[in-house]
């Protein structure tokens, strides 16, 4: 991005623009990115923090993290907090894949252990867990049931003997979302998702079967409460959302707001920032509707936990009990949540929209389960297949400074055809082999558009959030198997 | 009738752009668009027929309710359609089709990407001249 005056330095990894820069700002944008960062951020992340900022009802920022990159309407990367009485909520601040999010596993085995066993693991996950084009899942619900799974999520799954007692406690939110309400879903919805649970989908989606990196295991302290015991403990990462079912909740709900906003004399920079008042009857089912696809997301990554679990169990002949393979943690990064914040001298209740953004409360946080509370949210930022990703822990200066939120993942840099062009699936499948990672693919040309070249430099992504106090640097985990869609 | 696939526009899913000189046509194009980022058609068969009748407020929804359906009917019905005979209506809200092709066999089909979702993105039907042009970025 070439230089822009507009946009002001105010520390070493963050800057704002005032919002004197666009007419109809109600806020300034803020960015957190380390000067490389910014310079080759794309413009139209400028653009979208920009006419985000534009919306009514938002308060104090509209933010960009870290690894933010162009999106529909707000960029991906995107925070934006709203007054729940005066504010609006807008599809476009979610995203298509309602709680795309991340699970991270761990399990008592050594590298030594898994490194022998890899392709064969790896094998057996792929079988069991399916993905790529119209894949249905193993786990067949009925449509009547998807009301209940819909508004319980994970306690519904423990419910069912479909979760561990305290796997709950471990996903952001207790594993469901209050607010569910299937009514609002339709049945086109229903119908895509009641097929797709314990699916990974495609595209950026995978599982991946990691290591701690020993040359950065960096707090040994916050890692230990994490259970995390070893430098070379492996844990498996699962990063999907909600399958069809979200992505039809926000194709029915953009289509009602388009229309909804003349009705309401909303206008907006972007056709892709289409929002309705939340507290409109309209906002209030795009969110029940949303909230069903959230706790959707929850449910299918646990369906996939519970494969995980298998697979490892016939591969090391012990229970998943026996190998530890307990939650560390779950995290949304597409949702629109109402939470309490203090800003501006005051607490009062916020419509918080975090579009490829992480939740990252600290210490002492009521939501952050008991056996972390004393450190903070565990935060799993992830990487691309080739670099590995973070495991990170939340700050106060998080709830003080950006409504609690922190980066996702490293954002691409380069469109699916381009990386196609640069390298060949087979070519990067054998060169991944070379580096110690046995990947397993749906599909060749799917494997490479989601070459590590094609996305930012993740340590420079999570290196600039902990410089900023807002997430704080615990683990590194190098990938060692991985199953994409 | 014809699609391009427009490389620059999405980094992180998939554009094309499609012509044609009948809204037909148009329909038709896009539908074949999809199917092609979804799979190699050449792996494809049309033994399967569904019918399907849409309507909508308008042309630009209409083309978006379709294109949505085929999406819908890939997940839920596991169909991947590579011939289209679409009829739209004079006022241009709404539609009879026939789409053929078959179940995804993961043994025979050359898979390709997963279409989740038609986005508004710089969405709308244009009809310049003679010609009907869309331009489509798909949630991937």
């Known amino acids: 991005m070439p230089a822009n005056p507009a946009i002001e330095q105010v520390s070493d990894v963050a800057w704002e623009i005032s919002p004197s820069y666009k007419q109809g700002m109600n806020v300034p944008a803020r960015i957190y990115a380390s000067k490389k960062l910014l310079d080759s951020m794309d413009s139209g992340v400028i653009e979208q923090v920009t006419n985000v900022a534009c919306l009514p009802g938002i308060v104090r920022y509209s933010y960009a993290m870290a690894d933010a990159h162009w999106g529909y309407g707000f960029p991906i990367g995107g925070v934006a907090a709203f007054d729940v009485e005066k504010g609006v909520i807008s599809p476009g601040g979610v995203g298509f894949d309602v709680n795309c999010g991340m699970r991270l596993i761990r399990t008592n085995l ?29 786990q067949n619900f009925a449509q009547s049931q998807m009301g209940d799974i ?31 309400d299937i009514s609002k879903v339709s049945r086109q919805a229903i119908s895509r998702g009641t097929s797709q649970f314990g699916t990974l989908g495609s595209g950026n989606h995978y599982l991946e079967i990691q290591v701690v990196d020993p040359a950065r295991y960096l707090d040994k302290d916050r890692a230990e409460e994490f259970g995390i015991v070893h430098d070379d403990q492996v844990m498996v990462m699962i990063h999907c959302g ?60 646990q369906i996939i936990v519970n494969q995980v679990r298998d697979a490892f169990s016939r591969v090391f002949h012990r229970d998943a009990e026996a190998l530890d393979m307990h939650l560390i943690y779950d995290v949304c990064h597409n949702v629109a949540k109402v939470e309490t914040h203090s800003y501006d001298g005051t607490s ?31 935060v799993i930022i992830g990487g691309s297949m080739e670099t590995g990703s973070y495991l990170l822990v939340g700050t106060q200066k998080a709830m003080d400074e950006t409504f609690g939120s922190t980066a996702h993942g490293s954002g691409r840099t380069m469109s699916r055809t381009a990386a196609k062009k640069e390298v060949r699936g087979a070519e990067l499948q054998r060169k991944m ?19 590590g070249m094609a996305y930012k430099d993740i340590s420079e992504v999570v290196e600039t959030m902990d410089r900023a106090g807002i997430s704080k640097k615990v683990v590194a985990l190098r990938p060692i198997g991985n199953i994409k869609g | ?23 037909d046509g148009l329909f038709e194009t896009c539908g ?27 042309l630009d929804r209409l083309l978006y309710d379709f294109m949505t359906e ?35 066999d993961r043994e025979r089909h050359r898979l390709r990407n997963d279409v989740k979702a038609v986005t508004m993105h710089l969405f709308g039907v244009k009809h310049e001249g003679k010609t009907w042009r869309t331009t489509v970025v798909l949630d991937i």
């Open chain 1, 242 to 301: 909600s399958r069809g079912f979200g992505h039809q909740v926000c194709t029915d709900y953009l289509r009602n707001f388009e229309s909804g906003m003349r009705r309401f004399g909303i206008e907006v920079r972007d056709r892709d920032l289409a929002c309705l008042p939340f507290s409109s009857k309209e906002g209030q089912d795009y969110y029940s509707a949303m909230v069903c696809a959230a706790n959707f997301a929850f449910v299918n990554r």
């Open chain 2, 1 to 23: 009738m014809t699609y391009r696939f427009l490389p620059d526009v999405a980094l992180a899913d998939i554009a094309f752009e499609a012509t044609s000189d009948t809204v």
């Open chain 1, 110 to 138: 050594h590298y030594s252990e898994v490194r022998p066993k890899i392709k064969e693991l790896v094998d057996l996950i792929f079988n069991l867990v399916p993905a790529g084009v119209g894949v249905k899942g193993t």
């Open chain 1, 433 to 451: 082999l070379d580096h110690g990672i046995y990947v397993k693919a749906a599909t060749m040309d799917g494997l490479a558009e989601e070459a």
């Open chain 2, 70 to 104: 085929l999406i819908v009917m890939k997940d839920v019905d596991s169909l991947l359609f590579g011939e289209f005979r679409v009829r739209v209506s004079k006022a241009g809200t709404s539609l009879d089709a026939v789409a053929r092709g078959e179940q995804i």
């Open chain 2, 32 to 58: 074949l668009a999809i199917t092609d980022i979804m799979v190699d058609p050449s792996t494809l068969r049309t033994t399967n027929e569904r019918e399907l009748s849409l309507q909508s407020e308008s």
């Open chain 1, 348 to 378: 009062a209740k916020v419509l918080v929209h975090r579009k490829g953004a992480t939740r990252s409360f600290g210490p002492g946080h009521p939501d952050v389960p008991a056996p972390y509370r004393k450190i903070g949210q565990p």
């Open chain 1, 150 to 180: 819909t508004s319980l999520g994970v306690k519904w799954c423990a419910e069912h003997d479909l979760a561990w007692e305290d796997d709950p406690n471990h996903v952001e939110e207790g594993g469901f979302i209050k607010g569910a």
